[in-house]
């Protein structure tokens, strides 16, 4: 594609060059980097229909939510592209997290959660997202002992034991905590919003939520790490060849089994730190909340193509981005939006966005 | 005559076929053998989704392709009639229109679901089908005005369908079948008594016309599909779940017959959908939408015996058998575990449904076939033993169970 693109004009005059390049370059940039392309349509297209602050304030709410989407998702994708394994358990571990950090901060360390210092909320935050993390790790670590492994390869049994062991895992939840629904107050430090000071230009008298901006930091973070690990350390490389292919990593004398139950754990806590972020930011946690974010989460894997995590990223950009727009817009369509365009991508590129597998 | 009406396709197992006259005699005999409002419920919801799971397993069992959107063609049925009935009136003109129409929806919706299913791969088929019932459940839930929102709507049958409607004038008689097993294990001896007790005054009613239409449409659907599996087509549909691309090769259009097999599934679901709103009268996104729902539909096929369409007929009766009584066999237990933390806890009545998923994970490992292919496996091990093939061991192979 970028040889055309490059010998394409050379035979051509130059003004002919000069006046084709931005299609050119447009229709380089809509088959190549397709979620760049997308995002831009998406930003470009509501900033025109909405009003500028506005637009603003949604967008970080948008990237907010895609980040908390974005730790949910990342596990399943890698999952899936690793051993090809379709966890339909992700929810309850989203759930499971969520229940984790939330005894955390609503029982146990209640008092510093509730205190004004923000020292102090530290106290409460990290290990309840610590323990969200590690329960849902372990939790994870006998889920794939006793389910997943004597399934490997069969993609329907897949897909039953994993629905079969998300009702356990979610009746569970509600064994031990109870089924009714737990409020959790987010702590003192995360809740209020920051206010933009009148005087400023353009974004002068907005009202951004402290917590978003939050979930953006952690989200970044957490992204900027995950493709650290994946594209600079060994176990990254192992990860990305398994993905390539199973079996010759396999013959290389690395025990995949072992590199996929890394993942399937690292997975199972990124999810649950997604659930008690989610947790937090919905203030209220049901034992059906994983499932509820299972279909963002399905979409978010689809559209990002499965087995990529630059992909998981973008797919869940923008698909919380359109849930704030189209939500903003028309509250009742924001589901439909979102599947809209999980189907249309699909049309499109069957693959997904950044596609790393070939299914 | 037998041979005809079953396609050649018989139980091929003494217990199964056992278990399944018992089925079938409590099913078309239900309202005179089972006494109380309860048991008729349960029965109408036996008959509606032997159709659901019958329709479900041509898909998941004859073709391998896993749809999460089955719930959403019989919600398309069940709100089709609603809403018919709400805007028309309580006439069967009404329930005739929103069933046509409903049907429409399903097949236009159907054929898209399987067109889509050109383009993408199985694995993410089962996704995009999940998404897809998402966004149509969130739909009917917003758009309340029409729909009636998280409350749902109460369907007004026609007169002839309501308990209002008596076509006999004097009560028929009925016996009790719960009450009379309890009473011959207790006090056998005092048999004159029992069998008084067990009697009870059926005042046929309209909800019983219902039922037995319900009963006409289940046998209808589960014999005709018995038909369709066991017809070339059928043989087909079986030759893409073994290997689609060997099925190519053959020269079958696999993709036309999958979409078939979708929008099959998909107008029989509808159609079981308006017979419960009609069986139930009152639909709302909980009761015939909800992703659990659809998990239910799965379970029941795979419990039952995937590629058998006897299966639907076992594992929806099993299945909402334990719905509607293993609770109660909870509470009995409970009696006995009060007092100790945790169990008292786990065998709560509230949970019977973990019970029910550590079940169905563990027969998905042990007994993939499900109860019916498992009892056909029984039998046909025993036959063999009895009568080895002259043959060589080769004539007959003894199916290993898969693990």
């Known amino acids: 594609m970028t040889e055309e693109t490059t010998a394409m004009p050379m035979s051509d005059t130059g003004a002919e060059r000069q006046r084709r390049r931005p299609i050119e370059w447009l229709k380089d940039v809509r088959d190549n980097k397709a979620h760049l392309f997308l995002l831009g349509i998406m930003l470009l297209a509501s900033v025109a229909v909405i009003d500028f602050r506005t637009w603003l304030v949604l967008t970080i709410s948008g990237v907010a939510m895609g980040a908390m989407l974005f730790l949910m998702a990342s596990g399943m994708t890698l999952t899936f592209g690793l051993m090809s394994v379709l966890n339909l358990a992700h929810g309850a571990f989203i759930s499971l997290g969520a229940f984790a950090g939330g005894t955390v901060l609503a029982f146990w360390l209640d008092g510093f959660a509730g205190s004004p210092s923000f020292l102090l909320n530290l106290v409460a935050i990290v290990p309840a997202l610590l323990f969200a993390a590690v329960v849902a790790g372990v939790v994870g670590l006998v889920f794939e002992k006793l389910v997943i492994m004597p399934v490997y390869g069969d993609h329907l049994k897949q897909i039953l034991v994993t629905v079969g062991g998300s009702i356990i895992l979610m009746q569970l939840i509600e064994v031990v905590w109870g089924p009714n629904e737990i409020p959790v107050t987010r702590p003192d430090s995360l809740s209020g919003a920051f206010f933009v000071p009148e005087f400023l230009p353009l974004i002068g008298g907005i009202v951004l939520e402290k917590y978003r901006l939050v979930a953006v930091v952690l989200g970044l973070a957490i992204y900027a790490a995950m493709l650290w690990v994946i594209d600079r350390t060994r176990i990254g490389i192992l990860i990305r060849a398994g993905v390539e292919s199973r079996e010759m990593v396999e013959v290389q004398g690395y025990r995949i089994h072992l590199l996929f139950l890394g993942v399937f754990v690292a997975g199972s806590a990124l999810a649950g730190l997604g659930g008690v972020m989610w947790g937090m930011y919905k203030e209220l946690l049901t034992p059906h909340m994983g499932d509820e974010m299972m279909i963002s989460v399905i979409v978010v894997i689809i559209l990002g193509g499965l087995g990529s995590i630059r992909g998981c990223f973008y797919g869940a950009l923008l698909v919380g981005l359109i849930n704030l727009y189209i939500g903003f817009v028309e509250p009742r369509l924001a589901a439909v939006a979102t599947v809209g365009l999980m189907v249309g991508v699909l049309m499109w590129r069957p693959q997904g966005l950044i596609p790393v597998i070939k299914v | ?403």
């Open chain 2, 1 to 403: 005559m037998l041979r005809r009406i079953l396609s050649e396709d018989y139980p091929r197992s003494k217990p199964l076929t056992a278990l399944l006259l018992i089925i079938v005699v409590s099913l078309v005999l239900g309202p005179f053998l089972f006494d109380g409002i309860r048991a008729f419920t349960t029965l109408g919801m036996i008959c509606v989704f032997i159709m659901v799971v019958a329709a479900y397993d041509l898909m998941l069992g004859y073709t391998h392709i896993v749809s999460f959107a089955h719930t959403m063609f019989f919600g398309i049925g069940a709100y089709g009639v609603a809403m018919a009935i709400e805007s028309m009136g309580n006439s069967f003109g009404a329930i005739l229109v929103g069933l046509v129409g409903a049907l429409a929806i399903s097949f236009v919706l159907s054929l898209l679901l399987g067109l889509l299913s050109l383009r993408v791969k199985a694995i993410f088929f089962a996704l995009v089908t999940l998404a897809v019932a998402f966004a149509f459940l969130s739909l009917v839930t917003q758009l309340y005005h029409v729909t009636g929102g998280e409350d749902g709507m109460r369907v007004r049958v026609p007169r002839e369908l309501g308990p209002a409607f008596r076509p006999f004038e004097a009560p028929l008689p009925g016996i009790d079948i719960p009450t009379l097993l309890k009473g011959l294990l207790t006090q056998p001896w005092n048999l004159g008594q029992v069998w008084q007790e067990s009697q009870f005054d059926l005042r046929f009613n309209g909800r019983n016309v219902m039922y037995y239409v319900l009963v006409a449409m289940a046998t209808g659907v589960f014999l005709f599909l018995l038909r369709l599996v066991n017809s070339p087509f059928g043989r087909v549909l079986q030759a893409i779940r073994e290997n689609e691309f060997r099925a190519e090769a053959l020269g079958y259009r696999t993709v036309v017959y999958r979409t078939a097999v979708v929008i099959l599934a998909a107008l029989v679901a509808t159609l079981a959908g308006a017979g419960f709103a009609l069986i139930n009268r009152y639909v709302n996104p909980e009761n015939t939408l909800n992703f659990e729902l659809m998990v239910f539909i799965l379970l029941m096929c795979v419990i039952g015996g995937m590629g058998t369409v006897y299966g639907a007929v076992v594992g929806s009766t099993l299945f909402i058998l334990a719905q509607n009584y293993l609770q109660d066999l909870l509470k009995w237990v409970g009696q006995y575990t009060a007092g100790i933390p945790v169990v008292e806890n786990l065998l709560g009545a509230d949970h019977w449904l973990l019970w029910f998923g550590v079940l169905f994970v563990l027969s998905v490992y042990f007994f993939p076939a499900g109860v019916v292919g498992q009892l056909r496996i029984w039998s046909m091990r025993r036959r063999s033993r009895q009568s080895p093939p002259p043959s060589g061991p080769a004539a007959e192979p003894e199916p290993e169970p898969q693990t």
